[in-house]
């Protein structure tokens, strides 16, 4: 009983604020740009995947129109040269969009810049104020209500140098 009067006691001294990660990535143009730059080049690699499957398609389609025509050595260097194509389109697919593939490289590079300022930003807030914790209101469901006297966004967008309409 005594440990947990001391416990609730000792949470009710900690400060806690909020963040809107959503809403402060939202008025960062850096942000926005580093986006713009991954879908342009997500659809660029995923065109040369696309073109790679197609031309495989097409030997497969091509295969089965010469099948009778073609002999036993003919039809599995055929068969070898789809399925080299085919390999060749799912290699490239792993290579750029895989667990550790160029998209995600690509995406690390832009956008850690951009999350470290954030944090160095809210930490910086946090000292200075007494926070124990900064939550992100847009990651956690589990939020049912918070007072908009502990959103720090603007503050954090602020001592970033963004203006806050």
Known sequence: MAVMLVASMSMSAQKYALVDMEYILGHIPAYERANEQLNQVSKK????????????????????????????????????????????????KRKYFGPEGELFKKRESLMSPIQDEIYNAVKEISDLRGYSMVLDRAANAGIVFASPKVDISNEVLEKLGYSVN
């Open 45 to 92: 690699w995923q065109a040369e995947v696309e073109a790679l499957n197609t031309e495989a398609s097409t030997m497969y389609k091509n295969y089965q129109n010469e099948v009778v025509f073609l002999s036993q050595e003919q039809k599995k260097a055929k068969q070898e040269e789809i399925m080299k194509k085919e390999k060749e389109a799912s290699d490239l």
